[in-house]
């Protein structure tokens, strides 16, 4: 701590227990939790849950039926229904006089979402939760091991900065992850209700099983990745740890 800047003798106590317990932390993240965590995760993707070849498996079936058609007694032939036409235009109405059946309530009673990938997201999601917590403890550790800014001998302190941006990224991806299943419940939202509104449309239902489909395929992939990214971070981290923790060496230390 500079001398050139008065500083709390308690409040300085208090950094430099957090300081120590940050690196007790991340030195065993990285050394034990890392790799466990990477084993752990391969396993899972040896479970049956997410290896389902016939996907058709993870359908789920919309409750919706397809009421009978409506007659519609506003529109005749003739002379007659080209009058009808142009006082339609003339008043500014559109030209699609059908705007869906209105709901007002599911036969059913409340939707469901698809049983089956709410359970898969359930197990995924603190994965990715702890990921993102696991990493901002070890970008934490690396950035307060980063020595003042002097000329010279700087190769340490660029492998920290290399790894800082590394876990920087890798946050950012799993926390893309979790934007990624909330646009998946969105989407899949909006499609069943344009069932609900256009029920005799068949594309509407083969669409939700689609995305449900894409949803159980990303989930697997992001689980892989997950893995993954523990592999590269702690590969990473073990390879350049005597760097890291001492980005210049004791000669040139011992000159300032």
């Avoid at 800047?5 to 300081?19: H, M, Q, S």
């Avoid at 965590?37 to 039926?65: G, W």
């Avoid at 800014?149 to 340490?156: M, R, T, V």
């Avoid at 523990?230 to 000669?251: G, Q």
Wanted: glycine share 4%.
């Amino acid at each position: 701590m500079s001398s050139l800047l008065k500083v709390d003798n308690e409040i300085k106590t208090k950094v430099d227990a957090f300081r120590e317990r940050i690196t007790a932390e991340a030195e065993d993240l990285v050394a034990n939790f890392f790799p466990k965590k990477l084993l752990e995760l391969d396993q899972f993707l040896k479970d049956p849950t997410i290896n389902i070849r016939e996907l058709k498996e993870i359908h789920s079936e919309i409750n919706l039926t397809v009421p009978d058609p409506i007659l519609l007694s506003d529109i005749h032939d003739g002379l007659e229904g080209q009058n009808a036409k142009k006082r339609k235009l003339e008043d500014g109405a559109g030209d699609d006089k059908v705007g869906g059946t209105k709901v007002f309530v599911m036969p059913g009673g409340m939707m469901k979402s698809n049983g089956k990938l709410v359970e898969l997201i359930e197990k995924v999601k603190p994965e990715i939760r702890t990921l993102i917590e696991k990493c901002n403890t070890v970008k934490m550790w690396v950035q307060l091991l980063i020595p003042r800014i002097e000329d010279g001998n700087n190769f340490g302190v660029s492998i920290q900065e290399e790894t800082v941006a590394e876990l920087r990224t890798v946050e950012g991806e799993a926390a893309s992850y979790l934007d990624q299943i909330s646009r998946y419940y969105i989407t899949r939202a909006k499609l069943v209700s344009k069932i609900a509104k256009y029920p005799h449309v068949e594309d509407y239902r083969r669409t939700v099983t689609e995305i449900d489909e894409k949803e159980y395929i990303s989930l697997k992939i992001i689980v892989s990745e997950l893995r993954n990214q523990y592999v590269t971070l702690h590969d990473m981290i073990l390879k350049n740890i005597e760097k890291i923790k001492r980005p210049r060496s004791s000669n040139t230390d011992a000159l300032y």
